[in-house]
């Protein structure tokens, strides 16, 4: 998730910035700098220039000039129209501008619009990479490099798995380095130090010369990737099976020779001082010192195979010399961009940056057949997005600047092309929902003020190979409507390849591994069954293959792989090691039920008389504060097991004014032995039901005060001045209250802003639309102890919640059931009038069962307000 980088709505993480004129006054942004550093004024931003270093500006002195790290599926919105309708991103184009050197490292001007795709990074593989081995599709987590390092007196060692603990980059000016994670922290031509260098240079590889304890500082000539260690993820005989993947994938450690690059992570985009080469030698017109267009020659990059082994001592050493010629370094403040005749001179300004500063700095030079190829450094991007909207509507080539990241979005958010299936909202008598009769269509259209869908209903297929047709078009409440997850713009997805053996097809990949030698994989590797989603015509999806070719398919012939980080798989991958030395015994879970913690063998394994003896007093104490003043007569009510004294079952009844309006919600509460140094346990009966951001469908609670989520100060548990009471309040007061949109993490600093406007109405539509199944899942299945007391709560209150879903329908918001003129201007959504006219029938049936007061007259009225 993009994090907003300050309170400003309009700055994001990554964006590239601009505090002044020309490329030298732009920069990425790394991260609101009071974070790290609470006494700067607040917006201040921390970018990262050109040579690496860090400059402090305030969002207010800085402007937005692209975005490139929107991707393909990613949802946003207008940056002009915070509050208006919302988009999927379905393409972009992205041009950098390099700053180029010469292999002496001087700098020798700027090329403009080369590709991405042209380029590699200093390591052809990085972090999060999606990569090819036969059959075998991964991602890669971790990357080793060793990296040969040049004296002054012309020596020269590899060190072998490098890293920045283990050599530093010299910084003559001090500042700090801030190198991604995705990227390699070396680069040829970097100058490289270790004070305490006898251990790292001593066991070094000595290619020229021998080690001398004199030697701490060196240039760094060659970075080679030597192991990468690649988390698998999908075949194209097993699909994602997570089982089938692990018994026949081949080693986690691969040479990268063994590997094809297919695409980067998502995640990846590319920051200003990022470094980079070309993957294939180019002709480009490159902006000489003088400002004018001229056509730099074809570079042959030619790798040499290199010798398995290698002898210190032979003539491959002696191309080593030492050199008196001056290539000066530094890292010094740009200067500001001078105009000549109108043109803006980027060359002699770019040598500036990067080799001012240090003209007494000999470097020694190689000979011309061993030159060092300095890297490239990315000075600008510029690019253009592809977006559909929801009303259906597609724009090309927008100016990513003027879109924004839009990943906060309600469950009830559908795009076109979408998948979706009716949220059924009847109850069958067992307390389930009935998903026989469900239906399935994807999303033409939806009306984000309305919260209305238009949808194209399939008929019932009787094989899914064959295409589905359009039974009917419809338009329905989106809070109906439960998104069916299908292929969708950017996901990567693999063509199942139907094989007699799937074992076969492993053993066949692993055989080759063995016969190839440590070069590049042939350019006839078979990369036609992993692609990207590039569009979704007609309920079929169209993909673009790794071999360039583009087919459309129907969405079961292929599988989405999921795209989770990679540092999220590289945990993953570091459990399994662990867990291998685990016993059985000491990995054994607790099997217990949170839906009847009444029954002894849901509770701790302890005696429990010793446990009944140790807190009974604490138990009556809370159960007794629970009838004070503080809490709201007849709104909480308790109960207790006289055999098991540690158990509490809770139900509280809706606050006015609060989309829980009279319903009812049960919660178990188990103190454990450590009580009241522990805070108790909380279960939530959510019938499976997302009705408010702390209360999760599993039951579980998120609240600072159960040790369920960070929290400092009187937000966390006291053993002493925390009780029962103060979770029970706690539960009833910050959880379900009248905007619960907002107790999101982070969610709160969206309050009074436009994009937190734009979600908390529909969200609390859909909470009390989700309390009202509560309270038919409540009937039909009540928690043991409270089946009288449910039915004479909704016999008083039934007539009640039938009279809000009323008023909801002639115009009130949800909160106010009661319409006034003012609150008519801003009504509650077509989508929830249409969701409450399909939930009412079951609602009045289900009061009448019962006998509520006051039901009879309310057919009659219903009718006369559905037709408003």
């Known amino acids: 998730m993009d994090v907003v980088a300050v309170a400003s709505p309009s700055i994001y993480l990554q964006d590239l910035v601009s505090f002044g004129r020309g490329i030298l006054r732009q920069g990425t942004v790394i991260q609101d700098a009071t974070v790290e550093n609470s006494s700067l004024p607040v917006d201040t931003l921390r970018i990262l ?14 402007r937005v000039l692209d975005r490139n790290h929107l991707h393909p599926g990613q949802v946003v919105g207008s940056a002009s129209d915070i509050a208006g309708q919302i988009g999927v991103v379905t ?70 798995n490098a890293d920045s603990k283990i050599l530093q980059e010299v910084d003559a000016t001090g500042s700090l380095r801030h190198k991604q994670k995705i990227n390699c922290y070396f680069y040829p031509g970097q100058i490289v130090q270790k004070e305490n260098s006898c251990s790292i240079f001593k066991a070094a590889r000595w290619l020229n010369g021998y080690w001398n304890p004199d030697r ?81 020659h074809d570079q042959e990059v030619e790798e040499e195979e290199e010798e398995e082994n290698d002898d210190p001592c032979s003539e491959n050493n002696e191309d080593v010399i030492d050199s008196n010629q001056d290539a000066p370094i530094a890292h010094g403040v740009p200067p500001t961009p001078t105009k000549q005749n109108g043109v803006i001179f980027y060359g002699k300004q770019l040598r500036k940056v990067f080799f001012e500063g240090h003209r007494r700095e000999r470097r020694p030079q190689v000979r011309k057949h061993v030159e060092v190829e300095f890297p490239m450094s990315v000075a600008s991007t510029n690019t253009s997005i592809d977006v559909i909207w929801q009303d259906g509507t597609q724009q090309h080539g927008i100016p990513s600047a003027s879109l924004i990241p839009f990943d906060v979005i309600n469950e009830q958010e559908f795009f076109p092309g979408q998948h979706v299936v009716e949220n059924d909202t009847t109850v069958g008598t067992n307390g389930d929902n009935d998903c026989t009769t469900k239906r399935v269509g994807i999303v033409r259209s939806l009306n984000f003020k309305d919260q209305t869908v238009c949808v194209s209903w399939f008929k019932a297929g009787i094989c899914p190979d064959e295409p ?70 007609h309920g079929q999806v169209q993909v673009k293959w790794g071999d360039g070719s583009m087919s459309t398919v129907s969405p079961h012939e292929i599988v989405v792989v999921n795209e989770d980080h990679y540092m999220e798989l590289a945990t993953e991958m570091g459990d399994w090691v662990e867990a291998d030395g685990i016993d059985e015994e000491a990995t054994s879970t607790d099997n217990n039920d949170p839906h009847n913690p009444a029954k002894s063998s849901d509770v701790e394994n302890e005696d429990p008389a010793a446990t009944t003896t140790s807190i009974l007093g604490f138990v009556v104490r809370s159960l007794l504060q629970l009838t004070g003043d ?90 002493v001045t925390s009780s029962l009471l103060q979770v029970v309040v706690s539960i009833q007061g910050l959880v379900l209250n009248d905007q619960p949109y907002y107790n999101e993490a982070g969610y709160e600093t969206l309050l009074g802003k436009p994009e937190g406007r734009r979600n908390a109405l529909p ?59 003012a609150i008519r201007e801003q009504p509650c959504s077509a989508g929830l009038k249409l969701a409450l006219t399909n939930i009412l029938p079951s609602l009045m049936a289900a009061f009448t069962e019962i006998g509520a007061e006051g039901c009879e007259e309310f057919p009659k009225s219903y009718d006369l307000n559905t037709t408003h």
């Open 630 to 719: 503080m809490v709201a007569r007849e709104t909480i009510y308790t109960r207790v097991f006289e055999d098991r004294m540690d158990l509490l079952r809770v139900v509280m009844v809706g606050a006015s004014g609060t989309p829980y309006h009279r319903g009812l919600f049960f919660f178990d509460l188990q103190l454990p032995s450590s009580y009241p140094a522990e805070p108790p346990q909380v279960y939530y009966h959510s019938y499976g039901l997302r009705l408010n951001p702390n209360l999760y469908e599993s039951g579980t609670v998120c609240l600072s005060l159960l040790n369920t989520f960070d929290g400092e100060g009187t937000e966390l548990w006291s053993s």
């Open 468 to 537: 589905r047709e359009v039974e009917c078009i419809d338009t329905i409440s989106a809070y109906d409507l439960k998104l069916n997850y299908s292929p969708y713009y950017g996901d990567i997805v693999v063509r199942l390849v139907h094989s007699e053996s799937t074992n076969n097809g492993a053993s066949a990949a692993l055989d080759g591994k063995k016969k190839k030698k440590k070069k590049k994989i042939a350019a006839h590797v078979d990369l036609s069954w992993v692609g990207h989603v590039v569009n979704l015509p």
């Open 216 to 296: 701490y500082r060196g240039t760094i000539i060659k970075v080679e990737m030597s192991g990468v260690l690649v988390y698998w993820i999908a075949s194209m005989h097993c699909g994602t099976d997570r089982e089938l993947v692990e018994a026949s994938a081949p080693p986690a450690y691969q040479h990268p020779d063994e590997l094809t690059f297919f695409c980067a992570a998502s995640s990846c985009s590319w920051w200003v001082s990022d470094q980079c080469f070309f993957r294939e030698p180019r002709s480009a017109k490159t902006d000489d010192d003088n400002g004018n267009v001229a056509i730099a």
């Open 91 to 160: 393409g972009v184009t992205t041009h950098l501008v390099l700053a180029e050197r010469d292999n002496r490292g001087m700098a020798t001007g700027v090329t403009k619009g080369v590709c991405p795709s042209t380029l590699r990074r200093i390591s052809s593989l990085t972090l999060g990479d999606f990569v090819v081995s036969g059959p075998w599709l991964g991602r890669v987590v971790e990357v080793s490099v060793d990296v040969d390092v040049l004296f002054d007196d012309g020596a020269v060692c590899r060190v072998t």
């Open 763 to 821: 969200y609390s539509e859909n909470a009390y639309l989700l309390s009202l199944r509560t309270i038919l899942h409540v009937l039909r299945r009540p928690p043991l102890g409270f089946e009288e007391f449910i039915k004479d709560h909704f016999r008083r209150q039934g007539r009640f919640v039938l009279t809000t879903c009323d008023a909801f329908l002639r115009g009130c918001i949800v909160g106010d059931s009661h319409a006034t003129e």
């Open 49 to 62: 220039l050109i040579d690496n270093s860090v400059v402090y500006k305030n969002a207010g002195d800085i």
